[in-house]
């Protein structure tokens, strides 16, 4: 039924690769019955894959909707090139459009949502292609306004700020891809990264601290994965040349590029027109709602939600995640 989560290779998607800005995106199509009422592009985030979305896409078909899940530059089935200019969130966006564009030509609009990272480029997309979004939507990601100054997170960390950010200096730094590599230690990396934890119910990851990475092997499964899950995302990450975690940890590399391709947007105050959602979840470590507080100044038409879950929100509340957006699409959108 429409409340079922997708499965590894599930045949109710077609698996379709297209050329878009020089690079292979490989994503799943999800078609409804009869003509769509829309199109719904949904990105994901880090360490993530399209199969991210599996609990949202039979439900957002069962709505009407066609659904567009890509693997994002760097992940799954889509290339991952070496430097880091194509992985700016500005760059990103001009992907997410050129794909979009294929689905609803050149004067169309879609609906688009995002998780973690892709909450990020989708609060960018509206910004560098106004015209395509009729409605956007982030969960657990907040919106922060592009600044016309630059702060390294290394500086504000020590000050004893965002110390919520603090694994992202590890993770933009060479050890990570270095210690993380080949089938084996990507099964680690990821219960590690979907909360597992040791017999002392201790966790492989903090934010405050990064991946522990002498822990790694002590790590129970992961309760938010099943074994056929976990070895699906191993399988599409093992895809890529050693280092597999090159092209998602670029990620982490761009804030610099970012900061200089959005200087001219930072002139003048932001505001978002178009009808937008944002799902917090209450036990996101990463990203606790209080991170969103300064949101609504940003946007004329918001809805904010939020959901008793981890940062994995959409799996671990689907069903909640699946009501808000369903409400917000038909409330403001449609
Ligand atoms: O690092 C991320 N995910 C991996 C960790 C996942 C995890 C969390 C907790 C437990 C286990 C695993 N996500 C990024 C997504 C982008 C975020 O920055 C976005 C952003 C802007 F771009 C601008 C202004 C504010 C703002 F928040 C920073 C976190």
Same mark, same amino acid.
């Given at each position: 039924?429409?409340?079922?989560?997708?499965?590894?290779?599930?045949?109710?998607?077609?698996?379709?690769?297209?050329?878009?800005?020089?690079?292979?995106?490989?994503?799943?199509?999800?078609?409804?019955?009869?003509?769509?009422?829309?199109?719904?592009?949904?990105?994901?985030?880090?360490?993530?894959?399209?199969?991210?979305?599996?609990?949202?896409?039979?439900?957002?078909?069962?709505?009407?909707?066609?659904?567009?899940?890509?693997?994002?530059?760097?992940?799954?089935?889509?290339?991952?090139?070496?430097?880091? @200019?194509? *992985?700016?969130?500005?760059?990103?966006?001009?992907?997410?459009?050129?794909?979009?564009?294929?689905?609803?030509?050149?004067?169309?609009?879609?609906? $688009?949502?995002?998780?973690?990272?892709?909450?990020?480029?989708?609060?960018?997309?509206?910004?560098?292609?106004?015209?395509?979004?009729?409605?956007?939507?982030?969960?657990?990601?907040?919106?922060?306004?592009?600044?016309?100054?630059?702060?390294?997170?290394?500086?504000?960390?020590?000050?004893?700020?965002?110390?919520?950010?603090?694994?992202?200096?590890?993770?933009?730094?060479?050890?990570?891809?270095? =210690?993380?590599?080949?089938?084996?230690?990507?099964?680690?990396?990821?219960?590690?990264?979907?909360?597992?934890?040791?017999? =002392?119910?201790?966790?492989?990851?903090?934010?405050?601290?990064?991946?522990?990475?002498?822990?790694?092997?002590?790590?129970?499964?992961?309760?938010?994965?099943?074994?056929?899950?976990?070895?699906?995302?191993?399988?599409?990450?093992?895809?890529?040349?050693?280092?597999?975690?090159?092209?998602?940890?670029?990620?982490?590399?761009?804030?610099?590029? =970012?900061?200089? @391709?959005?200087?001219?947007?930072?002139?003048?105050?932001?505001?978002?027109?178009?009808?937008?959602?944002?799902?917090?979840?209450?036990?996101?470590?990463?990203?606790?709602?209080?991170?969103?507080?300064?949101?609504?100044?940003?946007?004329?038409? $918001?809805?904010?939600?939020?959901?008793?879950?981890?940062?994995?929100?959409?799996?671990?509340?689907?069903?909640?995640?699946?009501? *808000?957006?369903?409400?917000?699409?038909?409330?403001?959108?449609?």
């Amino acid at each position: 039924s429409a409340s079922d989560k997708l499965t590894p290779g599930d045949t109710r998607v077609k698996y379709e690769t297209a050329q878009i800005r020089g690079k292979t995106y490989s994503y799943m199509l999800g078609e409804p019955e009869g003509q769509p009422k829309d199109t719904i592009v949904l990105v994901h985030g880090f360490p993530d894959i399209g199969f991210g979305w599996r609990c949202q896409i039979p439900y957002l078909i069962s709505l009407g909707l066609r659904v567009v899940v890509p693997d994002m530059l760097g992940y799954g089935g889509t290339d991952a090139p070496a430097e880091l @200019e194509p *992985y700016s969130l500005k760059s990103l966006s001009d992907d997410v459009a050129e794909l979009a564009r294929k689905f609803v030509g050149e004067d169309g609009q879609i609906i $688009l949502g995002g998780h973690d990272w892709g909450g990020a480029v989708v609060w960018r997309l509206p910004l560098w292609h106004p015209k395509l979004i009729k409605g956007v939507f982030s969960v657990c990601t907040p919106f922060g306004a592009p600044r016309s100054e630059y702060h390294d997170l290394k500086d504000v960390v020590a000050l004893g700020i965002l110390t919520n950010f603090k694994y992202q200096l590890q993770f933009r730094g060479p050890e990570t891809e270095a =210690n993380i590599q080949g089938e084996e230690k990507l099964r680690q990396f990821f219960t590690c990264m979907f909360g597992g934890r040791n017999s =002392n119910g201790e966790p492989g990851f903090d934010v405050s601290q990064g991946i522990l990475f002498d822990k790694l092997e002590s790590l129970k499964p992961s309760p938010l994965l099943s074994k056929e899950e976990l070895e699906y995302y191993v399988k599409k990450y093992a895809s890529h040349p050693a280092p597999e975690l090159h092209g998602p940890l670029n990620w982490y590399r761009t804030a610099k590029l =970012n900061f200089e @391709e959005e200087k001219p947007l930072s002139e003048k105050p932001t505001v978002l027109e178009l009808p937008s959602l944002l799902v917090t979840a209450e036990r996101d470590s990463a990203l606790p709602p209080e991170m969103a507080r300064n949101m609504p100044k940003h946007f004329k038409d $918001l809805t904010t939600k939020s959901v008793n879950a981890s940062h994995w929100a959409l799996t671990q509340a689907g069903p909640q995640v699946n009501e *808000y957006i369903g409400d917000w699409i038909k409330a403001s959108v449609w």
